[in-house]
């Protein structure tokens, strides 16, 4: 049984960064993409980064220039770099593949708040 736990959210001012961190028990970061996810309040989960096993990565056009998906294969850990966080940023973030889901971790909280 696959395990996510996401870890490194927290309350920071507008243009401040995070290092969100997702450890994954089992193997399936080392073969499958991976991707960051939120749920901001009243809004529906969404992808916002993935990241393929060679390390090829998408970002929605909101974040696009400012998050940072990166990937330890051997570590089996997929991290998240936020800059220039904005309040619409504001969200549950949550790790998983896109394309061999599993069961959801708990996600970490993150604010973005002046």
């Known amino acids: 049984q696959v395990q996510l736990v996401e870890s490194g959210g927290g309350l920071v001012q507008p243009g401040g960064s995070l290092r969100l961190s997702c450890a994954v028990s089992?193997?399936?970061?080392?073969?499958?993409?991976m991707g960051w996810y939120r749920q901001a309040p009243g809004k529906q989960r969404e992808l916002v980064a993935s990241?393929?096993?060679?390390?090829?990565?998408n970002y929605v056009d909101s974040v696009k220039g400012r998050f940072t998906i990166s990937r330890d294969n051997a570590e089996n850990s997929v991290y998240l770099q936020m800059n220039s966080l904005k309040p619409e940023d504001t969200a549950v973030y949550y790790c998983?593949?896109?394309?061999?889901?599993?069961?959801w971790g708990q996600g970490t909280q993150v604010t973005v708040s002046s």
């Open positions: 990241i393929t096993r060679s390390s090829f990565a």
């Open positions: 089992g193997s399936i970061a080392r073969f499958y993409t």
């Open positions: 998983n593949s896109p394309s061999n889901p599993v069961r």
